[in-house]
């Protein structure tokens, strides 16, 4: 994994599973397979996601967009 796509790690939990993610296709993966509700939030860090590979977004973006997801949907988190 590319340096420029990692980034400080989110610890969530998500039916009851304890989960570290550090860069942007953990966050993808996480996002689409295994987030419990599509927020508007969550979809918001999906696109974010994939515009980092289109280097019009950068990860501290979709960290952030990610801890938003994860307060929309009601999912533990500590970062």
């Known amino acids: 994994m ?19 993610v550090y860069n942007v296709v953990q966050a993808g993966n996480t996002l689409l397979n295994d987030w ?19 280097d019009a977004a950068g990860p501290e973006q979709v960290r952030r967009a990610f801890i938003t997801a994860a307060k929309a949907s009601d999912i533990k988190y500590s970062s």
């Open 2 to 20: 590319s340096k420029r796509r990692s980034f400080k790690p989110v610890k969530i939990t998500i039916n009851g599973k304890v989960r570290t």
């Open 36 to 54: 419990p509700d599509q927020t508007p939030a969550a979809k918001v860090a999906e696109r974010l996601v994939l515009d980092v590979f289109n």
